[in-house]
């Protein structure tokens, strides 16, 4: 369905826990809460979204690995009349367990967050030694044939700028696009302007980077290639360029309330409607409706948010 301002809202990202198996310097995951919907109430939500015209569905979390019952999540969600694409956002840390169900599942493509590619780098960022088992998860997952891999990375400054020449030459051998996402206002490392690492930035470093044709119009990605590479190196700018005109996407947080926008508190409740059909669309199309127009993050900066709770 269209929002008020004409946006055609087909993208549902379901985080399915706030709990993570990583400390990330910047993320926040102190004090999860722990009542997240059981696997049938996230069918039951899910039904009503693609009633209403949702046909892309992302799990996301927290890290939506650590839940046990994640593999029948996928596998019902799937399966849901209108459900066109199942992908999901991990660590990874758990991916070369999984890797194999998630396709049986039936996820189509995978987003592995990795900030570092050096192993004392990435354990310092994530309070994990958890390198090995992340690279290997990722090469399991493309042995499995989930078509399409992509690697995520936030650039700190002081923490791991410096790790940007090794996930850009990760993407040359591999058909593994890899994409630099900036650092927004949430939590207390990300409310530090000075610590974001601007597309701009990164761009100047690596002059080599050409633009694709067809990706630089306002949209979520931005994609560059270089000469001899297999992979794309993308940027993902909600801090210095703005891409809401385009946002298609909604938010549903693990313990029950959809999210409109990322950059605001507002949320709606439908976990105690999920067996009121009529009732439950009605609130769904609330929030669709009352999507903001852009996120605001000058208005976010000191308030304290965590991603995990929002699901990133
Ligand atoms: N655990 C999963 C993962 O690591 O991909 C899914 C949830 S995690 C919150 C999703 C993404 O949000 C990660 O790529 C993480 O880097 C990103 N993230 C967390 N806090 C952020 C912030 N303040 N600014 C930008 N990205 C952030």
Redesign the pocket.
């Known amino acids: 369905m269209k929002d008020n301002l004409g946006r055609e809202i087909n993208y549902l990202r379901v985080?399915v826990t706030q709990r993570?198996n990583?400390n990330?310097v910047?993320?926040?995951c102190e004090n999860p809460d722990r009542d997240e919907m059981t696997a049938d109430e996230i069918e039951k939500a899910v039904r009503a979204f693609a009633k209403l015209g949702i046909n892309k569905v992302r799990l996301?979390?927290?890290?939506?690995l650590v839940r046990n019952d994640i593999t029948e999540i996928a596998c019902r969600l799937r399966k849901t009349d209108g459900i066109k694409k199942l992908v999901l956002?991990?660590?990874?840390v758990r991916l070369f367990e999984l890797a194999q169900e998630l396709k049986a599942a039936g996820v189509d493509a995978i987003?592995?967050?990795l900030?570092s590619l050096d192993r004392e780098n990435y354990k310092k960022m994530t309070g994990r030694d958890a390198l090995p088992d992340v690279l290997r998860g990722i090469d399991r997952a493309i042995e499995c044939g989930i078509k399409k891999i992509r690697i995520?990375?936030?650039l700190i400054r002081g923490f791991n700028d410096m790790q940007a020449d090794n996930l850009i030459y990760y993407a040359k051998d591999r058909n593994v696009d890899v994409r630099f996402?900036?650092?927004?206002?949430?939590?207390d490392?990300?409310n530090n302007e000075k610590l974001i690492v601007k597309a701009d930035e990164i761009l100047k470093r690596f002059p080599f980077l050409t633009p694709v044709e067809g990706t630089m119009a306002q949209s979520v990605a931005k994609y560059y290639e270089a000469e001899g590479f297999k992979g794309k190196i993308g940027f993902i700018t909600?801090v210095s360029d703005k891409f809401c005109s385009q946002c298609n996407r909604i938010r549903l947080l693990s313990t029950g309330k959809i999210r409109p926008c990322l950059g605001y508190d507002t949320t709606y409740d439908i976990r105690e409607y999920l067996n009121d059909e009529e009732k439950l669309l009605s609130v769904i199309e609330k929030a669709i409706s009352s999507k903001p127009a852009g996120h605001n993050f000058e208005c976010a900066y000191g308030n304290v948010h965590?991603?995990?709770k929002?699901?990133?």
């Open positions: 985080s993570c990583l990330c910047y993320c926040g996301t979390g927290g890290e939506p956002t991990t660590n990874g987003n592995v967050s900030d995520n990375s936030v996402i900036e650092l927004m206002p949430f939590s490392a990300g909600p965590a991603m995990n929002i699901g990133g």
